[in-house]
């Protein structure tokens, strides 16, 4: 049986594998005389357990582990010759959920005044 710290350490290498400047900021393209470089929060979640059995079944047991990963574009940094500015996604996003939460109240009003 493998033991969770052996389960955690696997799990942290993977991750540390994965995780670079690169996963954050993408690679730079360049046209028009503009360089533009994607930017991305990432987030890692993880977790690992183990157990056994009864008192009297002590070889008995179980472990396991696993994780995952959540990279979310955030906006862009925009480097041109007489500026470099960083452009958000986030304002964007905020919009488009307020619109959705309003049509979706919107139609349950409307369900609502119909079965009156």
Excluded: C
Aim: aromatic share 6%; hydrophobic share 40%.
């Amino acid at each position: 049986m493998v033991s969770v710290p052996d389960i955690f350490r696997n799990i942290t290498d993977r991750l540390q594998t994965s995780a670079s400047i690169k996963t954050v900021y993408g690679e730079p393209v360049t046209a028009e005389g503009k360089t533009i470089i994607p930017v991305a929060r990432v987030r890692y979640g993880f977790g690992a357990g183990g157990g056994t059995g009864p008192v009297a079944d002590q070889a008995v047991g179980a472990t396991g582990g696993g994780g995952g990963v959540e990279i979310t574009p955030v906006g862009i940094i925009e480097i041109t010759a007489g500026e470099t500015r960083y452009i958000s996604f986030e304002g964007h996003r905020r919009i488009v959920r307020i619109l959705v939460i309003g049509a979706v109240i919107a139609l349950l009003l409307l369900r609502r005044r119909k079965r009156k």
